[in-house]
């Protein structure tokens, strides 16, 4: 009797075509379509993009290290307005500095940070209108809600700063 796996192999080899080596003659070159743009120049003025890290541009520069902070925890004399709380120490710092201190509770990290910026617009507003309405120093303003107007935002920080003024 013959062996299983050698019929097996001869049969396969019986049902196998037999292609020949050849390689086809080549087709004519492929067709690729036209690209769908006009013969002119694009309309605007590609320029390359700048490469580095670019400068951020701040209103009001911020409060940095922990002696600053430090400083104004220790230091500082406190002020309340509606949602707003300030802390401030009279530094050596040529400009006021600013820093944030609002909590999860006040919201999402959306509203906390469309808060932020609500206020450093506010607080560069009136120092811009009335320099000497923000002295040179630190400040750290705390928020208690969020979900407030400009216009509250810049009577709070204008009442604050008024009882901050007063010895």
């Known amino acids: 009797m013959d062996n ?4 097996r192999l001869e049969g396969i080899s019986h049902r196998e075509a037999h292609l020949s080596a050849k390689q086809a003659p080549s087709s004519p070159q492929a067709w690729f379509p ?4 006009g013969p002119c120049r694009p309309l ?6 700048p490469s580095g890290k670019a400068e951020a541009v701040r209103l009001i520069p911020a409060v940095r290290g922990r002696q600053s902070f430090n400083d104004l925890r220790r230091h500082g004399r406190r002020s309340t307005a ?4 300030i ?16 909590n999860r509770r006040v919201g999402t990290a959306v509203v906390r940070n469309r808060a932020r910026r609500q206020l ?16 040179p120093g630190d400040y750290l303003v705390g928020v208690h809600r969020a979900g407030f107007t400009p216009e509250e935002a810049r009577q709070w920080l204008t009442q604050a700063l008024d009882q901050l003024r007063k010895p």
């Open 120 to 135: 450093r617009v506010v607080m560069a507003q009136l120092a811009a209108d009335d320099p000497e309405l923000i002295p």
């Open 4 to 7: 299983p796996v050698q019929l």
């Open 87 to 102: 802390l401030f120490h009279a530094d050596v710092t040529p400009s006021p500095r600013l820093a944030f201190a609002i």
């Open 44 to 49: 605007y003025h590609q320029v390359p993009t």
């Open 34 to 37: 036209e690209p769908d743009v």
């Open 82 to 85: 509606g949602a707003l709380r």
